[in-house]
Structures are given as structure tokens and as C-alpha cells.
């Protein structure tokens, strides 16, 4: 069965840093076709994309009050994806999602149960 876990996530001061994780399993033989996202969503606020990338070239996207401080990477060989965030903010605050889409096999679209990020002073 295809599952993704997050994890990670915690309590942090403005200025801190942390380091989520995404494992998979399940799709060893496909990770390097699979999109992989972050999402967060903070309490009464809906789901918004921080940050992907792309399945073979692993060229990366960004929102726009993330760029400079968040960091997406890809381990192909752990099959892992990686969301390092520094210079954290309050408004940074709400839990984080992984998010794998397939690039060509329809519908397939992969969630993970979230990690909760706290940045409070």
C-alpha cells in the first residue's frame, strides 16, 4: 500500500529552523515520476502550496513568502522528500503536507496526514 508520513514538525521560535521529512513507501520503482509538494494549512485558513518539484530535472517552485528561507529537495535513492525551512515566522505557523501527484498515470495523487509546525515566541 502507498503511503506517505511526514514528520518533523514542532515548536520554534521566529528566526528558528526546521527540517521536515516525507517518507514513502510503496512506489520504488516510480518515485522519480512522481511531483513532490508541500501544502500547509493554518487554523481557519485553506491548504495553499509552499513549495514543489519536478520529477526527473528537479527544478523547483516556490510561494512567493517562502523563496529565500524554505528549501525542497528530493532523495531518489530513500525515495524522501525534504522541506528545510529557516528565518521561521509566526505566519509560517499551521500544519504541513506532502503531497506526491504522479506525472502521468491519472488520479494518482498521494497525501500524507500532515506534521504541526508551531513558531512562537
Known amino acids: 500500500q502507498v503511503q506517505l508520513v511526514e514528520s518533523g514538525g514542532g515548536l520554534m521560535q521566529p528566526g528558528g529552523s526546521l527540517r521536515l521529512s516525507c517518507a514513502t513507501s510503496?512506489?520504488?520503482?516510480?518515485?522519480?515520476?512522481?511531483?513532490m509538494r508541500w501544502f500547509r494549512q493554518a487554523p481557519g485558513r485553506e491548504r495553499e502550496l509552499v513549495a514543489s518539484?519536478?520529477?526527473?530535472?528537479?527544478?523547483?517552485d516556490y510561494a512567493d513568502d517562502v523563496k529565500g528561507r524554505f528549501i525542497i529537495t528530493r532523495d531518489r535513492a530513500r525515495k524522501t522528500s525534504a522541506l528545510q525551512m529557516t528565518s521561521l515566522k509566526v505566519e509560517d505557523t499551521g500544519t504541513y503536507y506532502c503531497?506526491?501527484?504522479?506525472?502521468?498515470?491519472?488520479?494518482?495523487?498521494?497525501w500524507g496526514k500532515g506534521t504541526l509546525v508551531t513558531v512562537s515566541s
Open positions: 503531497n506526491a501527484v504522479h506525472s502521468t498515470i491519472p488520479g494518482l495523487d498521494l
Open positions: 510503496g512506489m520504488s520503482a516510480s518515485f522519480s515520476n512522481y511531483i
Open positions: 518539484i519536478i520529477t526527473t530535472a528537479d527544478t523547483t
